[in-house]
């Protein structure tokens, strides 16, 4: 199982783009990269999975470099409401045929300061 | 769909007594998780069920915690006796697949005192 590691916390201020790296050196080439976050006294919730290249939704970009061996969570203009808990999984995708556990880890702690 | 429903919302017990956590996935979901939160050892997967089946159960901290899952919209995890240690926020999440994302309820929060 590919290990991860992230920054254990983060301060922003409101309308900056903030960038949370996530480094997976042993990642398999069938893994995805997977973001969650969590809110205070709340479960986390999906924000973004992706396996090469670029990825877009309307919350967050994810960046994964070709040789795959990090990726970067990107959250464009935060605001206060952003401040959250962002967790990096990797893992395979079932179309691979690979068993997964999710594992999450600590995450990291963002902070948007007014 | 609700969503994943657990319930209670929050529990305080004495310890040595018996807690029941309860989840229900959403519907069509095939996959099952139990984690566990805390400041000190954050969020941390207790076992998780394929089709109603445990799959792997190596989280679970010690012979004082069970689940179950006798149909696919419904699992408990039980904690006899209870002990002031055990004192976390109890998730459960469904997904529809293996590595699919993941849906979580909004937690118990377990105080033993």
Redesign the interface.
């Given at each position: 199982l590919a290990k991860t590691t992230q920054p254990i916390s983060m301060d922003s201020y409101e309308g900056q783009e903030v960038n949370i790296t996530c480094s997976h050196n042993n990642i398999a080439t069938n893994d995805?990269i997977?973001w969650?976050q969590?809110f205070p006294?709340?479960?986390?919730?999906?924000i973004i999975?992706g396996y090469k290249t670029k990825v877009t939704n309307e919350v967050a970009s994810l960046f994964i470099p070709a040789d795959r061996k990090s990726s970067t969570l990107s959250l464009p203009r935060v605001s206060l409401s952003d401040t959250a808990v962002y967790?990096c999984l990797v893992?395979?995708?079932?179309a691979s045929g690979?068993?997964?556990?999710?594992?999450?880890?600590?995450?990291t702690s963002l902070i948007v300061h007014p | 769909d609700a969503g994943?429903i657990q319930s209670p919302r929050h529990e305080v017990t004495e310890m040595g007594q018996e807690v029941t956590l309860r989840c229900k996935p959403i519907s069509g979901h095939d996959y099952l998780?139990w984690?566990r939160q805390t400041m000190m050892r954050?969020?941390e997967?207790l076992i998780?069920f394929n089709n109603n089946v445990p799959i792997?159960d190596s989280g679970m901290p010690e012979d004082r915690f069970s689940a179950k899952m006798p149909n696919a919209s419904f699992s408990t995890l039980k904690i006899q006796p209870s002990e002031p240690r055990d004192s976390a926020v109890y998730?459960c999440?469904s997904s529809q697949?293996?590595?699919?994302?993941?849906?979580?309820?909004?937690?118990t929060q377990l105080s033993v005192l």
């Open positions: 995805y997977t969650y969590q006294s709340q479960g986390p919730r999906f999975q967790y893992g395979p995708s079932h690979g068993s997964y556990i999710p594992t999450f880890g600590r995450g | 994943v998780f984690y954050g969020l997967l998780y792997d998730f999440a697949d293996s590595n699919e994302k993941l849906f979580f309820g909004s937690g």
